[in-house]
């Protein structure tokens, strides 16, 4: 509630009532708007007044006087040329106003603007998206409005007074219902004026009645879609519209409740082509609308009492329907094209869809016609070889296809059939009919006939028949049809896999073989051909199909009949034909590389086509693939893919690589001594290439290879089993691709010495010396495949070079042997061990001055005492006797002095001990420990026992143990004697002193 005091209330009181004056001389200004707005483009100037049109531009809904459209203006020109004859006003020609005044408007007086502004007017410049337009206000005033890439849209009745107005660049304006008589804009310009100009251009669009005292001029825009185009009214001094010259760029689209152009009265008419057409004919319907008219449809309805179709183009028919055919009229004209299925009346019934009032009726007779022909048909004519088809047969009057209708009052029979060759044009092969009889009844046979073809190739197939026919005035004739040519596309069913021996080309070959077992076929990688039989279906031989194939896995395929045609010169192209593999054994192998043939060959001896030089590069089996797609150039024309096993393809030969023989010590080997082997063994193709399915073949099939040695003179060459530790693997995926074999304990053992008898039980055996095999050599020889009832004809497969054996490597093969020779010496000091290694030369040991590997240590010892003279009564404690010195290895078979060093026992007094013999050991293995041998004893002097204190401690070289003792072969030995001094010299020829010069007793010599 609004609250004053005082002088207000009279204040306030003024206001309103200056504002409702105002208010009250606006509605008294814009009442009757209508006399400014007349019609679509007009001017209220009757003397000098202009519309310019250049090029296409158009004014829809100007008044129509007399067939006439006008303009209010005193002028009309087109292009600036007076005499032109434009085509302006909704395509016709725009007359100036002349002596019809009333296309005029009234001049507005702008002077009511001088009571302007109130509050909320602007006088400024309208300024978008500033919150000048407002939801609740309806008037406004501006020194200008210029839109430029906008859209504004006012409250419903509003009214813009403006000095300049301008709309650019696709701009829009409009209120908000989009009615023109809701938006009125005055412009306040200078009529007289050249530069003062109300403009529309670039696409603008508005939605109003624009009132400008300055000229208006419109104009298109350069871009797709930039048509200028105003909504309502436009009224002005000049009007200028600028089109673009091929195409309509801008429009007066007149729309508005103060003017309504007058509606013409349509005329329908109905012209038919033929009054009285066959049934034969096509009946031509042309519907004619008068006057012109922009824009129409005619609704028709047709009675037809056989039926028939009809078509708005001539070209696709349709069944009539029960309801109205809607018909665009274009140029004033619609058509129709009507067919009849038979002979009688035809009614038309047609009308404006807008218009029910605007209507025309029209009727004719259809004719029959005299004329029969015989059709034969089929739902399919693209026909698998030798299956049976099914043909209808009818006959029909009218020759044309589209037009042909049932000959209701034929009866009689099919006779016969024949067969025209097109492509091949020459065949030993007829279409069969079944010979069952056909009758055709009423102009249809009562059934199909049923035939096949048992060939490839396009045929014509054609029908004879005879029979009765009852014309249209009741009369009978006898009549004998031929029909038509019926065309005819057959393929073959399918294609028969059948390999062809390697050698003689004219010959199939089951060729089954898998991995598993089977016939064998060829080498991998090796050239084969196939030949590819085109068949005719047979009802037995069509088994379920596996993977939408047919599996050709029996020899009956190949023995079935083929499609002869198929394979003449003549004959449809095969360039589509396709063969692939993939794999069929063994299981989870590779399929590798597989190439189709090269060259196809069309052979009419064996009846099909010979695909040559085929080539897979594994082992096993594959399944061979065959397709031909699009026959004849049809999508629905493809043969039935097939396939076939075809097989065993086995390794073309072995290869041993990596092989190699490692000698344990520089060159040469003691027998028994552990040395390097190591081979792979791979399978490969014809062309060079490792195989990887090998090692998936069933062991069977698989071959194994034996090692073998050579060794001696090579004319006594012996081969045994003193080979041990090389066992070659079987083949394994293990091994990928090859087998593998690796081992550094690979030993040739000794000659057993089968005269040796042990003393004791439980002894071990000794060896024999023989060698040396300087050229010992090892080989790996292919064993041959086992024969049996499932192999029939195992395949051969050998080394690269054609051989059956391979040689691994060479070894220097010696039987050796570690001697310790015998030692003396003063009582109490340390003697050294002689040692060497020595082999056996083929008739005695001999040093072995090639070795400077075999080791020994003082601390790997045994001993024995053999003698110990003492004094009585001993009563101190005395230390074993010991070897001791580091690990040594031998320099040109022997061990240097100092190396290998003896100690006897020895007690706190030295004086106890007189003399002693002591027999040592250097331990090489556990296994060759001299018999008998323990750990200790009660008591050193006494014990005659083998003394081996530390049990772990050899050098682990049991090759070079011998059998010394007669006990069997085993560690070396030597006896050593402490308390000799000179030898054992017989006769004493002076007095010898010991180290301390002293006399040494008689008593001390040995």
Not at 582 to 605: A, E, H, M, R
């Amino acid at each position: 509630m609004l609250k004053v005091k005082g002088n207000n209330i009279f204040k306030l009181w003024l206001m309103v009532c200056l504002l409702l004056m105002s208010w009250n001389s606006i509605a008294q200004a814009e009442m009757n708007v209508c006399k400014y707005f007349p019609g679509t483009a007009q001017s209220w100037n009757k003397d000098k007044s202009e519309f310019h049109g250049n090029h296409r531009i158009l004014v829809s809904g100007s008044p129509i006087i007399n067939n006439k459209h006008y303009l209010g203006f005193s002028s009309v020109l087109q292009d600036n040329n007076p005499s032109a004859e434009n085509k302006f006003c909704d395509g016709n020609i725009c007359y100036p106003a002349s002596e019809n005044s009333h296309l005029y408007a009234k001049e507005k007086d702008f002077s009511d603007m001088q009571s302007w502004p109130l509050d909320g007017d602007h006088w400024g410049n309208y300024i978008p998206d500033a919150g000048v337009i407002k939801p609740t206000q309806r008037r406004y005033a501006f020194n200008t409005f210029d839109l430029t890439k906008q859209e504004v849209i006012v409250p419903n009745g509003t009214v813009i007074y403006t000095k300049r107005f301008n709309m650019a660049a696709n701009s829009y304006l409009s209120a908000e219902s989009g009615k023109p008589d809701d938006l009125i804009i005055y412009v306040d310009g200078d009529s007289e004026s050249p530069t003062d100009i109300t403009s529309l251009s670039k696409g603008s669009t508005l939605k109003g009645l624009l009132y400008s005292k300055a000229k208006v001029d419109m104009s298109n825009g350069l871009g797709e879609g930039e048509i200028t185009q105003v909504y309502g009214s436009v009224t002005a001094p000049d009007l200028i519209m600028n089109g673009s010259s091929s195409t309509i760029k801008t429009i007066i689209h007149g729309q508005s409740k103060c003017f309504e152009p007058p509606k013409p009265i349509y005329e329908l008419a109905i012209t038919l082509a033929k009054q009285s057409p066959t049934l034969c004919d096509e009946q031509i319907v042309t519907f004619n609308v008068t006057p012109d008219i922009e824009k129409a449809d005619i609704a028709v309805f047709l009675s037809m009492v056989s039926g028939g179709q009809y078509s708005v183009d001539g070209k696709t028919f349709i069944d009539i329907p029960t309801d109205t055919i809607s018909l665009p009229v274009q140029n004033n004209k619609a058509q129709l094209w009507l067919r009849s299925n038979d002979a009688g009346n035809v009614t038309i019934n047609a009308h404006l869809s807008s218009d029910e009032s605007v209507k025309a009726n029209s009727n004719y007779d259809v004719l029959p016609a005299d004329k029969l022909y015989l059709v034969a048909s089929t739902v399919n004519d693209h026909i698998v070889a030798g299956k049976p088809f099914d043909v209808d047969v009818e006959v029909k009057q009218c020759s044309a296809d589209f037009t042909q209708k049932t000959a209701t009052h034929f009866n009689g029979n099919v006779t016969s059939v024949s067969t025209d060759y097109i492509q091949p044009k020459s065949g030993n092969v007829k279409a069969e009919w079944d010979n069952s009889p056909v009758k055709i009844t009423n102009g249809k046979g009562e059934k199909s006939l049923k035939l096949h073809y048992s060939d490839a190739g396009k045929i014509q197939l054609k029908v004879n028949a005879n029979g009765v026919f009852e014309d249209k005035k009741g009369n009978k004739q006898d009549i004998t049809l031929t029909s038509n040519g019926l065309d005819l596309y057959f393929r073959p069913w399918t294609f028969a896999v059948c390999p062809l021996t390697l050698y003689s080309k004219d010959k199939i070959r089951t060729a089954d073989g898998t991995a598993s077992g089977g016939e064998k076929f060829t080498q991998a990688g090796a050239p084969f051909d196939v030949l590819l039989k085109p068949l005719v279906w047979v009802e037995s031989l069509d088994k379920p199909k596996v993977n939408n194939e047919y599996n050709m896995f029996a020899q009956e395929y190949c023995e079935a009949s083929v499609t002869e045609n198929f394979l003449a010169n003549d004959a449809p192209s095969i360039d589509n034909l396709k063969v692939s593999a993939t794999l069929d054994s063994p299981k989870n192998g590779v399929l590798g590389d597989f190439y189709s043939g090269d060259n196809q060959v069309k052979n009419t001896i064996l009846k099909g086509i010979v695909i040559q030089h085929n080539h897979w590069d594994d082992v096993g089996s594959i399944n061979y693939h065959v397709r031909l797609d699009n026959y004849m150039g049809f999508d629905d024309m493809d043969v039935d893919p097939s396939y076939c096993r075809i097989g065993r393809f086995y390794p073309a030969y072995f290869q041993l690589e990596n092989n190699s023989v490692t000698p344990a010590i520089n060159g040469f080997t003691y027998m028994n001594q552990p040395f390097g082997v190591s081979f792979n063994i791979g399978a490969y193709n014809n062309n060079g290439k490792i195989v990887t399915n090998y090692n998936g073949f069933a062991r069977t099939l698989q071959n194994t290879f034996i090692p073998e040695v050579v060794y001696g003179n090579a004319i006594t060459s012996e081969k045994d089993n003193r080979l041990k530790e090389v066992i070659v693997p079987l083949w394994s995926k293990i091994f990928g691709d090859s087998i593998k074999f690796s081992s550094d304990t690979v030993k040739f053992i000794r000659k057993k010495d089968v005269d040796f008898i042990p003393k004791e039980e439980g002894e071990r055996t000794a060896s024999e010396p023989d060698g040396p095999y300087k050229n010992w050599q090892l080989f790996l020889r292919i064993k041959p495949l086992p024969t049996s009832d499932n192999l029939e004809n195992p395949e051969v497969v050998d080394w690269k070079d054609n051989t059956n054996i391979q040689l691994v490597g060479t070894n220097d093969l010696r039987y050796g042997r570690m001697v310790l020779d015998d030692a003396s010496g003063d009582l109490n000091q340390t003697l050294t061990i002689p040692l060497r290694v020595e082999y056996w030369n083929g008739s005695e040991f001999v040093t072995n001055t090639d070795d400077s590997i075999s080791r020994f240590d003082g601390a790997n010892y045994c001993y024995q005492v053999i003698q110990a003279v003492v004094k009585p009564n001993i009563s101190t404690p005395v230390k074993p006797p010991y070897t001791d010195g580091e690990e040594h290895t031998v320099f040109w078979g022997r061990s240097s002095s100092g190396e290998l060093l003896a100690h006897p026992i020895n007690s706190l007094n030295k004086n106890e001990i007189i003399r002693q013999k002591i027999r040592f050991w250097q331990r090489l293995s556990k296994n060759t420990t001299p018999n008998g041998a323990v750990s200790r004893v009660e008591n050193i002097l006494t014990d005659k026992s083998i003394v081996c204190p530390r049990e772990t401690n050899t050098s682990n070289q049991p090759w070079l143990s011998y059998n010394w003792r007669d006990f069997g072969d085993e560690d070396p030995s030597a006896t050593v004697t402490f308390g000799v001094y000179h030898g054992n010299d017989r006769i004493i020829y002076r007095d010898e002193v010991n180290k301390d010069n002293k006399p040494i007793p008689y008593v001390d010599y040995q």
